[in-house]
């Protein structure tokens, strides 16, 4: 019963030994805000936002997958816009977007998102895959 149990904490020493190697050398590789091998793409402030985008009845919404963010009327939002439009069979369906822009939480007087986003660079606009088509029509 001994032997088992000084068994059981030599393993368990061992293990954490190496789990605490391990963060050791992940946080040698972190790159901070202040670390020089930053881009200069990573150090100018803005975010890349993932998502779906709709403007509809003047009112431009981004919804990724953690967060709904409401969108400023600018004319990047209306060049992004026009890219969207050329994907939609309705004017209420969301396109697949990737942007980089500036999120906001300052209060807005037509935007009532607690979270905004100035677009400021259009990375991506692609087709709305079939299979994410999920609005459920009640009806003719």
Known sequence: MKKAFLTAIILTALISCKKGTKSESLEDTVITADSPEKTAKQNDGLTLLKGDFVFYDGAAVLQTHTNIYGVLITDKMQELNKKAEAFKLKPTDMVPVAIRGKITNEKHEKI??????????????????????????LGN
């Open 112 to 137: 009532l998102w607690d979270n905004k986003v100035e677009v400021i660079e259009i990375l991506n606009v692609t087709a709305p895959k079939k299979e994410d088509n999920n609005v459920v029509k």
